[in-house]
């Protein structure tokens, strides 16, 4: 099993600018996360998914959207990049919440110039 | 709302020493804890869980204690080596509202010394 992957490692932004990152497992886990991290803090979550085609919003969603059309993939789009954003992204996935481990991708680098 | 939170920023042990990390939480319905190990440019790992019917739980070279009394979590790693040294999360997860979703406290640095 590949696990948790994401793409790209690492992007740079001009403000106002787009992307989506990627995130795919390949366990069957049900539920995936969203979290960002900044320097010397913990995760915080930004939206997750219960499974295919639900999803609902963590603690800090505003300025991102997320989508999930199968079990497998969790992409997170940003629309109009922010210094904000500046952050490392990390993708998880779990079998089920409760009782059970997050599985954690490698991560996104993303700075917002 | 309520958070996870650590006593100790970063702490530096010596090669071969114990090592112990602690961690304050502050929702009492939390039911379940984990440890996870982060290090420099990767993702977090699972170290070990423990859920809030024990008190105590050990692994290979680690040990959770909880006491809930307190609403304390600590993490104790025997004989550290340098591959120890990395960034230790802890996090919870609550029971309340049937989300399940963890509260991540913000971290601790190990810094193992040969």
């Known amino acids: 099993n590949a696990g948790v992957t994401q793409t790209p490692k690492f992007r740079i932004l001009k403000i106002g600018q787009s992307m989506t990152l ?16 900044d320097p010397g803090m913990g995760l915080k979550l930004i939206y997750y998914s219960v499974g295919a085609g639900i999803t609902d919003k963590g603690e800090v969603p ?3 959207n997320v989508s999930r059309s199968t079990t497998e993939d969790f992409p ?7 210094p904000s954003q500046t952050s490392v992204y990390f993708c998880a996935s779990s079998r089920e919440p409760r009782y059970n481990e997050q599985f954690f991708g490698p991560g996104t680098r993303l700075t917002v110039l | 709302g309520e958070s996870v939170g650590l006593h100790l ?39 070990i869980d423990i859920r809030s019917n024990m008190d105590k739980r050990q692994g290979q070279r680690v040990t959770v204690l909880l006491n809930k009394t307190v609403k304390h979590l600590s ?7 340098p591959g120890d040294s990395a960034v230790y999360f802890c996090a919870e997860i609550p029971i309340s509202g049937g989300s399940y979703i963890p509260t991540f ?9 040969p």
């Open chain 1, 76 to 82: 997170l789009r940003l629309e109009l990049a922010a």
């Open chain 2, 75 to 81: 993490l104790q790693i025997a004989a550290t080596q």
């Open chain 1, 22 to 37: 990627q995130c795919a497992q390949d366990m069957n886990h049900n539920y995936m996360y969203w979290y960002r991290q």
């Open chain 2, 9 to 47: 920023p970063t702490l530096s042990v010596q090669e071969g020493d114990n090592s112990i990390i602690n961690c304050a939480y502050s929702n009492s319905a939390s039911d379940y804890f984990i440890w996870y190990k982060q290090e420099s440019g990767k993702g977090p790992q699972f170290i």
């Open chain 2, 105 to 113: 406290g913000r971290g601790t640095s190990l810094i193992v010394h």
């Open chain 1, 62 to 64: 505003n300025g991102y």
